[in-house]
């Protein structure tokens, strides 16, 4: 996942070349009806095969996972595969069982924050970096990419350690409160947004501030009154792939938050953990949870799977 | 913010494009005369240096980067300036919350770490062979099954987006679902993979999957289940970009497929696909999540990756010095590809 939004945050700004200046990212063209036979790559016979095995081995362990979310607790330990055990009953006990509404409420509010934040701080950058040019304007886009790459455990220990000493020098309770989470979901937050929103503004027309500037505005107001809604798809999309970071994350929840302030993706965490612990395994619980935490994710990014895909094409551009 | 200022005013002098490309024109009207009055070359020049210091301020608005270059300050270079620093600290439970003032130990926190098992009973340098395997085995295997995905979804067919949708499904599931789903699927016994192993009488249907020597496998192949849409989102978008009349004149030459795909539309896909397996390569080696999740506290040896050392020395065992030093190794080792992935990253010249 992260993975994708790099791919995608490396598109950057080679994404506009092509593109036409308002239909970012362009729908894909409608070719004629027959493709010619010089367009197949592999035999008929191949291809489907091909396409039968793959789907075979992303759908079987995927309705693994949705009938054991509808099996009894006892039965999935067990090993049971039946159609005739099924209950509705996990998707309904798992809400008492484990804190998931709680960790929903606060996933919503750290992931919500930090993205908000993320793409409004990134909307700024992205003004004065496509507009300008200033010296160090393309090793700033370069450490955009640079710290991408940086590995999450690099920026754990420090973080930690600048927040228990905070937290011990001035007395500020830092650790399990929504701030150093949030603040840590910006640094992966803001690079990513930055590069898919400069790549979109560059296919935003100059003359649209240009005339805002000439009626008065200033440069903050032209990029929030005029620039931001003709980018409003954009923002919309970074926003999500900010959002996804914490929804996902779990390296950096597990240390920062505590038992009220923990993230879906903990409480699940914790709630695995525990249930291997001891006493009789909620696997199936464990299954139900695991769905629900899913299938918003995975429906925001089928909806968006146009921009993805696109995202990914205009980086392979830099080749 | 008097020094940010200044630094515009530096960064605008250095650059003498710089005027042409400011976006203000000298408007008509009411406004003319004062936006005249600043504008350089008519009279601006000659202003107090208020004056000059507050048009710039306006015209090229570089204080727009300042939330984003603080953000990246504060909560990306400072602390791995940090992490370089404690790897040079002993600090351990008792100097943790004075670990600015904990006495300074050298490399011995990195001698420590490969010399001495940690508390899991792995070194360092273990954990650095299962990052690599890991990270390589993953990119080696998904690569051809990306690739043949994406060309299987070339030929257009009925269901063909629903077949792309489906595709997509592993890679958007987030990394703790997969991890939690593979607990199951892999249970000892009574999991999925045990059942159809033991069913088919490859094995007797009791690997202990999760614990022990087979973990690291169990761990590699729901990695490869999830991530091999990577590569094949990255070669359809290759595709997508490879002319139309390219098929035709190789079809024109009387190539056969099997010489179309490895003359033409390999080499086409050569830039996307090195670019896609740097990234996978850099993704696969720093993921904590599948082995944190997966795996019961503390994970078994064979799942002891880089994160998850640095993570357990840090956090279960206080060990702040030598989780340091192996986050800095793991950076280390990361500076190179991430270094050619920066390099292969042109950025476009011009300004809009």
Known sequence: ????????????????????????????????????????????????????????????????????????????????????????????????TAPLAQGLVNTLIIAGTSAALSVAVALMAAYPLTRFAFRGRHGYLYTLIGVQTIPGTTLLLPLFAVFSWIQTTISVHMIGTYFPIILTYMTFGVPLSTWLLVAYMRTVPRDLDEAALVDGCSQLGALARVIFPVMLPAVVVAFLFAFLVGWNDVLFASVFTNQNTQTLAIALERFSANSQAGGLPVYGQLMSSAVVSAAPVVIIYLIFQRYLVHGLAAGSVTG | MVSTRRHVETAAWHSPGAEVTAPVKAPPGPLAKSYTATHPGEGGASGSLWSRASRKWRDRPLWMLIPATAALVIIVLVPTAITVWL??????????????????????????????????????????????????????????IGMLAAFSVHRRFRGRGIVRAIYLIPYT?????????????????????????????????????????????????????????????????????????????SALD???????????????????????????????????????????????????????????????????????????????????????????????????
């Open chain 2, 87 to 144: 790897s040079l600290l002993n600090v351990n439970v008792h100097t943790l919350h004075e670990w600015l003032g904990a006495p300074f130990y050298g490399l011995q926190n990195f001698i420590d770490a490969f010399t001495q098992p940690s508390t899991l009973g792995v070194t360092l340098g273990w954990s650095i062979f299962v990052s690599f395997a890991f990270s390589l085995l993953t990119t080696v295997i998904i690569t051809p």
């Open chain 2, 173 to 249: 599931i987030p990394t703790f679902v997969t991890a939690l789903t593979a607990r199951v699927v892999f249970l000892n016994g009574s999991g999925l993979v045990d059942k159809i192993l033991g069913g088919l009488g490859i094995t007797n249907g009791q690997t202990y999957w999760l614990i022990g020597p087979h973990a690291y496998w169990a761990m590699q192949l729901t990695e490869i289940w999830a991530t091999w849409p990577f590569i094949y989102l990255m070669t359809l978008a290759g595709l997508q970009a490879i002319p139309k009349e390219h098929y035709e004149a």
């Open chain 1, 1 to 96: 996942m992260a993975q994708a939004s790099a791919a995608l945050g490396a598109a950057g700004p080679e994404a506009a070349r092509g593109a036409g200046r308002r239909s970012w990212p362009p729908r894909p063209r409608k070719g004629s009806a027959v493709q010619s036979e010089a367009e197949l790559l592999l035999p008929v016979w191949l291809s489907r095969l091909v396409v039968v095995l793959v789907l075979i081995a992303v759908l079987v362990p995927l309705g693994y996972m949705l009938l054991m979310s509808f099996t009894p607790n006892y039965d999935v330990a067990a090993g049971v595969v039946s159609f005739a055990v099924l209950t509705a009953q996990n998707y309904v006990s798992m809400w008492s």
């Open chain 2, 254 to 352: 009387g190539a056969s497929k099997a010489q179309r795909i490895r003359h033409v539309i390999i080499p086409e896909l050569s830039g996307v696909l090195k670019l896609a397996m740097l990234l996978s390569t850099i993704f696969h080696f720093g993921n904590f999540t599948l082995a944190f999740v997966m795996f019961g506290s503390p994970p078994p040896p064979g799942a002891e990756v880089l994160p998850i050392a640095a993570y357990y020395n840090a956090f279960s065992f206080f060990n702040f010095g030598d989780a340091a030093a192996i986050a800095v190794v793991t950076m280390v080792i990361l500076m190179v590809p991430a270094y050619i992935y920066m390099r292969s990253t042109r950025l476009a010249g011009g300004l809009n």
